[in-house]
């Protein structure tokens, strides 16, 4: 059984004629009669009854013409969301993303791509810069937001924000009352930061942060996700060195200051595989800023 025999037989069920179902559906009337005849014989009952001047529906004909309408509406709706997933006017984008990313840039970019695409899915998972390369890779992401610098011939990125160096402090702490924090003050301090990972990264700019003031901290504490650092911080267990966007982000317990010296600048990167030919994601990243 074809699509085409249950549209043949819709049309002569609403019709209840022949020749007039045949000309809705631009063929000949005895290729209509022909089609129905196969349908009649390959599901085994007979659909309609036959006279010289009328045609009716059998009690089995009215039982599938119900089911023969839901099955090619649901049909029909297939192909048109298809056909918008097709054109990027549907479909699901996968997004990764670090805090960092659901400050500013995320907000807009999915704004922008509600407006334009209302019927687009949208899948958010806040992880870390190496569990979103590693879903990149397992294409179990579209997109990922990370800081780190990334060289992987599969992968494309684009630098969406830019941010200097702040740290996170106490709110209870000496170093909550100064204008600015010198590293230096920030040597007996725990260092909550997240943990490194096989690309460049956040981690190794809050290093080389340290590195330039000559300071090496106490102990290092790891998170998977910078905004968890802030709890810690907001505990008084350390201090954490974020990017400047973090202002926006109020914690109870934690005061932000700037460093005394120019700091380093943390990007943020959109990063795709190179190979991904989904629509929705290519208008999504057009509504991404790109940073030069």
């Not at 056909?83 to 960092?100: C, L, N, P, Q």
């Not at 992880?127 to 590693?134: F, I, K, N, S, T």
């Not at 301090?189 to 460049?200: L, N």
């Not at 905004?227 to 400047?244: H, I, K, N, R």
Request: charged share 25%.
């Amino acid at each position: 059984m074809e699509l085409r025999h249950l549209r043949y037989f819709v049309a002569v069920a609403e019709q209840l004629h022949f020749r007039h179902a045949a000309e809705i559906m631009h063929v000949a009337q005895p290729a209509l009669s022909q089609q129905i005849k196969q349908l009649e014989e390959e599901i085994g009952v007979t659909l309609f009854e036959r006279s010289r001047h009328k045609v009716h529906l059998t009690p089995a004909g009215k039982a599938f013409y119900e089911n023969a309408q839901r099955i090619l509406k649901q049909a029909d709706r297939a192909v048109m969301k298809a056909r918008k997933v097709e054109f990027g006017d549907a479909g699901t984008i996968r997004i990764g993303f670090v805090s960092t990313a659901a400050i500013r840039v995320l907000p807009i970019a999915m704004k922008k791509l509600q407006r334009q695409v209302p019927l687009a899915e949208v899948e958010l998972n806040e992880l870390a810069a190496g569990e979103q390369v590693d879903g990149l890779y397992r294409e179990q992401l579209d997109i990922g937001f990370v800081h780190a610098k990334l060289s992987q011939d599969v992968l494309k990125t684009m630098v969406v924000a830019r941010d200097r160096l702040i740290v996170a402090v106490p709110a209870s702490c000496k170093l909550a009352r100064c204008r600015r924090v010198d590293l230096k003050d920030l040597a007996s301090w725990t260092a909550i930061m997240p943990a490194g990972h096989s690309s460049s990264g956040f981690y190794e700019q809050v290093r080389m942060a340290y590195q330039r003031a000559g300071v090496r901290p106490e102990r290092v504490h790891n998170t998977r996700l910078l905004q968890t650092g802030l709890l810690l911080v907001a505990a008084g267990l350390g201090v954490s060195l974020v990017p400047e966007s973090f202002h926006s982000i109020h914690v109870k317990g934690v005061v932000y200051k700037k460093l005394q010296v120019e700091p380093p600048i943390s990007e943020l990167v959109a990063v795709w595989r190179r190979d991904n030919p989904s629509p929705l994601l290519g208008r999504f990243i057009k509504n991404l800023p790109e940073l030069r």
